[in-house]
Structure formats: C-alpha cells, structure tokens
C-alpha cells in the first residue's frame, strides 16, 4: 500500500512563497506521473500541476509562470514551488500520483490534503 504524505502548507501574505512536497511511503514500482490538486472551499477540486516521468509538465493557466513543479525520481518526491501567490490561491493543495506495478496496471494515489491560505 503507498501512502502519500504532504507538507510545507501554511499562511502566506500576498506576494509570498511557499513550497510544498510529498513524499511516499510503501513499495513502488513506477511512479508514471505526479501531480498537485487544490480545493477551495465551495469549489471543485482542479488540477494545479502535473510533471510524467520524463519531466513533461503542465500547469493550470492560473498558475503559469508563479508555480514549477519539479520530481526527485531517487527519492520518490514531488514538489510545487509557489511564487507570487494570491488570495485566490487559498485552498487545501492534494498530492496525486499515478503509480504502476510490474504488470503495467495504473493505480492513483492521494496525499490526505495540505492548507494553503493567502491573506494579509
């Protein structure tokens, strides 16, 4: 069973930084892709960032040019870089990894979520 665990959430001013990471727990075979989530309150959760297993990323258009996703693939690990941050930022931010076992078959995993509020 792999576990992913988030963290490096908290409250940011305007304008700040923040970076968040996961790490994973459990036997992995391949990791295919590592992505981030967020939900604010009252809205559905949306994708943020994706990074595959060759370094090919995508972001939301909101984020562009304020957030790089980047992966360690000897450590297992995941991080979201937040530059620029705004209140519309404000969610809880999901850790997501598609993960597949010898046979090739896909299984998705979640982190259990990290707060991220943006106010002055």
């Known amino acids: 069973q792999v576990q992913l665990v988030e963290s490096g959430g908290g409250l940011v001013q305007p304008g700040g930084s923040l970076r968040l990471s996961c790490a994973a727990s459990?036997?992995?075979?391949?990791?295919?892709?590592m992505g981030w989530y967020r939900q604010a309150p009252g809205k559905q959760r949306e994708l943020v960032a994706v990074?595959?297993?060759?370094?090919?990323?995508n972001y939301a258009d909101s984020v562009k040019g304020r957030f790089t996703i980047s992966r360690d693939n000897a450590k297992n690990t995941v991080s979201l870089q937040m530059n620029s941050l705004k209140p519309e930022d404000t969610a809880v931010y999901y850790c997501?990894?598609?993960?597949?076992?010898?046979?090739?078959?896909?299984?998705?995993?979640w982190g259990q979520g990290t707060q991220v509020t943006v106010s002055s």
């Open positions: 997501n990894w598609l993960v597949a076992n010898a046979l090739g078959a896909e299984y998705d995993y």
């Open positions: 459990g036997r992995i075979f391949s990791i295919n892709a």
């Open positions: 990074i595959g297993r060759r370094g090919i990323t």
